[in-house]
């Protein structure tokens, strides 16, 4: 438990540095502060199971807002690739 919850703190804290004004030699990621976006970056940090929570949002839009169903809808194809040795330990 301890170490998940360390994960969290880490995604966490490196999705609100996303947002924070660009400073010297920092390049930014090109996206606005908006609630879906910092939400969809913050569930692709949290691993497997956040994603397809993500892949949830995007494939039911009668649930929930359309601003989050579009940009969750980023979770069902353009996700991070996972190394093999990711996979080996399952």
Known sequence: APARTLQAYVALTRTIQDFLPAQPGRSVGGEEFSAPVALRKLFER????????????????TLFPAEYVLEFQKCLDQTEA?????????
């Open 46 to 61: 949290l691993g497997a199971t956040y994603i397809k929570i993500g892949q949830l949002v995007a494939s039911s839009p």
């Open 82 to 90: 996972l190394e093999w040795k990711v996979f080996e330990q399952v």
